[in-house]
């Protein structure tokens, strides 16, 4: 095992996918702010939030992925952050533990007693750390007997699952918190009731980080407007392993389920009814010269008084995981908070984080959004008192 940091770290992100885009960019913010924290905390939501955490400077890192190659190389891989940049923290990489996977093929129960004992262990690693499990697998598709299952046991007995799954319900036995940041649906009626009877969190899903955030933002100030939205395009480049992956159909479902439906709900009607079908489309397209370097574009058409049409142009020139990485910091310090204060189950107030959030009635409008994190926080301490 490598050798124990020197720190004293507020939280434990253990990451499923640690050595992918987002994971790596999470592990070099951890190790950016042990030296200088403020590049990273001042792109936190959370750094002044939640003091009873302890210093929001410092995270540990740990997690389980299924690339054979030390963490260093996937950085460098990833091309996320240029080398220059993260040179200095080699040393810090080269200490974070990252198990392999369990065994694809092994039973669902054998893979979740595996990764208990591994969270047991990076737990006891980090004994003041505060432990969260982050999901960062690569987006896979739904499976719809899952949400038929009615109990535990039935659950942990089933052949066809995700990878996903294990992780979760590995650190909901452990009582550990849970962020789903995929599009990948964890959320079964079995595990919601079991981490209810635990008082164990779960935040999901999808993480909200580009072109839907600005497309609720948007949205959300045409309806408060009264403009009409006729019809709304989105086009998505990227290059990374995520765009490739997202060019599976049957994965790229979900998350263009996620997109898609968000805008009707925000608005309350259908966008495209006077055409008898959708005029709100979404695309993804994987396109390898960009890498992480995400573009988005967005055309919006809308209509004022009289029925007269006017349009709207968007063009984010984004960063994937630049923009998805402190929101997992943000999204595991949230439950972390919650654990402590003794809130579990699905959490919809943290639905600002996601394109389709988890639990009943979550805020959709940017406005509720925002007040729903509030309202949160001021739970949150209030059952701390
Ligand atoms: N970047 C964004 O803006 C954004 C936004 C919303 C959602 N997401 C979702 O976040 C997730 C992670 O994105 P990413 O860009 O880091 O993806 P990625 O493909 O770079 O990383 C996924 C990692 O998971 C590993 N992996 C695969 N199977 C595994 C298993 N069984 N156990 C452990 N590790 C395993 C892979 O080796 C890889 O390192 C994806 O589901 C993506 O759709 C990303």
Avoid at 357 to 364: H, I, R, S
């Amino acid at each position: 095992m490598p050798s124990e940091p020197t720190v004293s770290p507020s939280v434990l992100m253990l990451i499923a996918g640690a050595k992918g885009a987002i994971g790596t960019t999470v592990a070099l913010a951890a190790a950016q702010m042990t030296k200088d924290p403020e590049p990273i905390l001042s792109g936190l939501t959370t750094a002044q939030r939640f003091p009873e955490l302890g210093d929001s400077s410092q995270i540990a890192v740990a997690g389980w992925d299924t690339l054979p190659i030390p963490v260093e190389e996937a950085v460098r891989r990833h091309g996320v952050v240029p080398e220059a940049q993260w040179r200095d923290h080699a040393s810090h990489l080269s200490r974070i533990e990252i198990r392999p996977a369990p065994p694809e093929k092994a039973p669902l129960a054998a893979q979740v007693e595996a990764l208990q004992g591994d969270m047991r262990q990076f737990m006891a690693r980090y004994p003041s750390a505060r432990p969260v499990l982050v999901n960062l697998l690569p987006a896979a598709w739904d499976i719809a007997q899952l949400h038929r299952l009615e109990t535990l046991d039935a659950m942990l007995q089933t052949t066809a699952f995700l990878p996903d799954l294990a992780y979760v319900l590995a650190a909901v036995l452990c009582d550990i918190p849970v962020v789903n940041f995929t599009p990948n649906t964890v959320e079964f009626p079995v595990v919601c009731r079991e981490a209810r009877r635990r008082g164990v969190p779960l935040a999901g899903r999808d993480g909200k980080t580009g072109q839907t955030y600005f497309k609720v933002v948007l949205a959300s100030a045409l309806k408060a407007r009264s403009l009409y939205v006729d019809g709304w395009y989105s086009l998505n480049i990227l290059g990374n392993a995520d765009g490739r992956n997202l060019m599976d159909p049957d994965r790229a479902s979900g998350k263009l389920h996620n997109k898609t439906q968000l805008l009707d709900e925000i608005l309350g009607y259908k966008v495209g009814a006077a055409y008898g079908e959708s005029s709100h489309k979404v695309h993804i397209d994987y396109y390898p010269p960009r890498g992480d370097a995400k573009e988005a574009w967005d055309v919006i058409d809308f209509k004022g008084i009289f029925g007269l049409p006017m349009s709207l142009r968007l063009n984010l020139q984004g960063r994937d995981s630049i923009l998805a990485a402190p929101m997992a910091i943000d999204l595991a310090r949230w439950v972390a908070a919650l654990k402590l204060a003794g809130i579990g189950g699905p959490i919809p107030e943290l639905g600002f984080y996601f394109k389709k959030a988890v639990g009943d009635g979550p805020p959709l409008t940017f406005q509720e959004q925002l007040a729903a994190l509030e309202h949160l926080a001021r739970r949150i301490s209030a059952e701390r008192k």
